[in-house]
């Protein structure tokens, strides 16, 4: 079964930085684009960040770009987000997920991590 | 901030049938890009419920059923079922903001 694991939340002061992590197994990581995805508790989801299989290209919401930064380490099947400069509306849960490839699929997102906790307080 | 237009709320009792609309535009769900559809229960990560506009992955039970129309998408669940309260999302992609886009939420409760 395919699992995606994130950690690296946790609570930061506004103007800081964090690097979320996102550990993937049991399927070819480096085949899949790999996204983030945010949702303020209580609140909808909103796509973040993606980047394709080898990392050559990259994808941000306006909300975010300037300040965030996608990347992979495929030898460690490992998606990274590198959040600097947070706001107080930058405070989410954060998922991982994998767009599809399943036949006719979309751009779509067939798997999702837990989810982690950032929270951007003083 | 949301493209994509959801009801809030949509309610009914077991067995019942009920649907959810989708509303985008010309650069999205128009383009035409595809709508899918993911279920959120309580405390959870969503869930791929369909893609592909009308596509279900294995293990989905085939009371869940999608469709598109133009700039909409609808989800559709028959014989509803205390275990389908949950919130329901559906998403896209849009031309215009280059982004994959969601819907606003819709929350399914059983009465």
């Known amino acids: 079964e395919v699992q995606l694991v994130e950690s690296g939340g946790g609570l930061v002061q506004p103007g800081g930085s964090l690097r979320l992590s996102c550990a993937a197994s049991t399927f070819t990581f480096s085949a899949y684009w790999m996204h983030w995805v945010r949702q303020v508790p209580g609140k909808g989801l909103e796509w973040v960040s993606s980047l394709n299989g080898d990392g050559s290209a990259t994808r941000y919401a306006d909300s975010v770009k300037g300040r965030f930064t996608i990347s992979r380490d495929n030898a460690r099947n490992t998606v990274f987000l590198q959040m600097t400069s947070l706001r107080a509306d930058d405070t989410a849960v954060y998922y991982c997920?994998?767009?599809?490839?399943?036949?006719?699929?979309?751009?779509?997102?067939?798997?999702w991590g837990q989810g982690t906790l950032v929270t951007v307080s003083s | 901030q949301s493209v994509l237009t959801q009801p809030p709320s949509v309610s009914g009792a077991p067995g019942q049938r009920v649907t959810i609309s989708c509303t985008g535009s010309s650069s999205n769900i128009g383009a035409p890009y595809d709508v899918n559809w993911y279920q959120q229960l309580p405390g959870t990560a969503p869930k791929l419920l369909v893609y592909?506009?009308?596509n279900r992955p294995s293990g989905v039970p085939d009371r869940f059923s999608g469709s598109k129309s133009g700039t909409s998408g609808s989800l559709a669940i028959s014989g509803l079922q205390p275990e389908d309260e949950a919130d329901y999302y559906c998403?896209?992609?849009?031309?215009?903001?280059?982004?994959?886009?969601f819907g606003t939420g819709t929350k399914v409760t059983v009465l």
């Open positions: 998403q896209s992609h849009d031309s215009s903001l280059r982004a994959y886009v």
């Open positions: 997920a994998r767009e599809s490839r399943l036949p006719v699929a979309e751009k779509v997102f067939d798997y």
């Open positions: 592909s506009n009308s």
